[in-house]
C-alpha cells in the first residue's frame, strides 16, 4: 500500500472506528471532504444538531497531514498526522434533549479509542501529538458553537526496510589536511573540491567533465579558501545527502 492509498483511507478508517464505539451512538462522525470545517458543519447541520434522539456534539475527521520523517531523504515511511474536530453547540448539548457529552469528554474518548485500536498494517506508532488537545479556531461558527482538536500522529505501515546512508562529517586535522567520514558501515564517500556534483559512483560516467572520486584518505586543501562536497553511497542503500564544506 502506497502512501497515497494511506491518506485517503485512514480518515474513513478512523471514522468507521469510533462508530463502532456505543459511546458515540449519539454523536455522528464524518470526514472532512475537502477539509474544510466550517463548510461541513454548515452541511451536516441537520444530524449535528439530532442523532438517535440526541443533539449537540458531532466529530469531523480531518484529512490526513503527511511529512518526511526524515529531512532532506528520499523515500521511505511517512509521518502521518491524523486530527479530529469535535464541534459542541453547548445550548443543545445541555438541554433535555442534549447527549451531555462535552467537547472534552468526547476529546477523552477520541484518544482512547485511537490507542486501543492501532491500526496495524496500515500505520504504526499511534500516539498523541503535542498538543493532544487544544481549542480549535474555525471561521463562520454560531456563537454558541465551541470546537475542540483532539491531534495524533503515527507512521506510514512499511514492511520494506529501507536503508540510508549517513551524510559525511568532515575533520581538520592539520592546516592544510582534512578527513571524510560517515557512520554507516563500509559506505563509500564520494567528493569534489571544485563545488561540482559529488556523483556516486559509475553515475559519473555519464557527465562529462565530473571531477567526482572516491575518498581514500585525507584531503589537501588550501586553508585560505576551499569548498567541497561529499555523498555517502552503499549498494542496498539509498545515498546520503549531498554535504558541502567550506572554510
Given at each position: 500500500m502506497n502512501t497515497e492509498d494511506i491518506l485517503?483511507?485512514?480518515?474513513?478508517?478512523?471514522?468507521?472506528?469510533?462508530?463502532?464505539d456505543p459511546f458515540f451512538d449519539d454523536i455522528p462522525v464524518v470526514v472532512a471532504v475537502k477539509g474544510n470545517v466550517a463548510q461541513e458543519y454548515?452541511?451536516?447541520r441537520a444530524v449535528i444538531e439530532e442523532t438517535s434522539g440526541h443533539r449537540g456534539v458531532a466529530v469531523i475527521v480531518q484529512q490526513i497531514v503527511a511529512d518526511d520523517i526524515y529531512e532532506g531523504l528520499p523515500g521511505g515511511p511517512m509521518k502521518l498526522f491524523p486530527a479530529f474536530q469535535i464541534l459542541e453547540n453547548v445550548e443543545?448539548?445541555?438541554?433535555?434533549?442534549g447527549t451531555k457529552k462535552s467537547c472534552r469528554k468526547v476529546a477523552r474518548h477520541i484518544i482512547k479509542n485511537m490507542k486501543l485500536a492501532g491500526?496495524?498494517?496500515?500505520?504504526?506508532?499511534?500516539?498523541?501529538?503535542?498538543?493532544a488537545?487544544?481549542?480549535?479556531?474555525?471561521?463562520?461558527?454560531?456563537?454558541?458553537?465551541?470546537?475542540?482538536?483532539?491531534?495524533?500522529?503515527?507512521?506510514?505501515?512499511?514492511?520494506?526496510?529501507?536503508?540510508?546512508?549517513?551524510?559525511?562529517v568532515i575533520t581538520v586535522i592539520s592546516d592544510t589536511q582534512v578527513t571524510l567520514a560517515t557512520a554507516t558501515p563500509s559506505?563509500?564517500?564520494?567528493?569534489?573540491?571544485?563545488?561540482s556534483f559529488p556523483f556516486p559512483g559509475k553515475a559519473?560516467?555519464?557527465?562529462?567533465?565530473?571531477?567526482?572520486?572516491?575518498?581514500?584518505?585525507?584531503?589537501?586543501?588550501?586553508?585560505?579558501?576551499?569548498?567541497?562536497?561529499?555523498?555517502?553511497?552503499?549498494?542496498?542503500?539509498?545515498?546520503?545527502?549531498?554535504?558541502?564544506?567550506?572554510?
Open positions: 485517503d483511507r485512514l480518515p474513513y478508517e478512523l471514522a468507521a472506528r469510533l462508530v463502532s454548515s452541511r451536516l443543545l448539548n445541555n438541554d433535555d434533549a491500526f496495524r498494517g496500515l500505520v504504526q506508532g499511534m500516539k498523541c501529538a503535542q498538543p488537545i487544544h481549542p480549535a479556531d474555525i471561521k463562520d461558527l454560531a456563537d454558541e458553537v465551541v470546537a475542540e482538536q483532539v491531534n495524533f500522529e503515527c507512521q506510514e505501515f512499511s514492511d520494506e526496510q529501507i536503508l540510508y546512508c549517513l551524510p559525511p559506505a563509500a564517500i564520494w567528493f569534489t573540491t571544485d563545488d559519473a560516467d555519464g557527465y562529462e567533465g565530473s571531477t567526482s572520486q572516491l575518498y581514500t584518505g585525507p584531503i589537501t586543501v588550501d586553508p585560505a579558501s576551499f569548498v567541497i562536497r561529499a555523498c555517502a553511497s552503499q549498494a542496498g542503500y539509498i545515498d546520503s545527502s549531498i554535504e558541502r564544506f567550506h572554510n
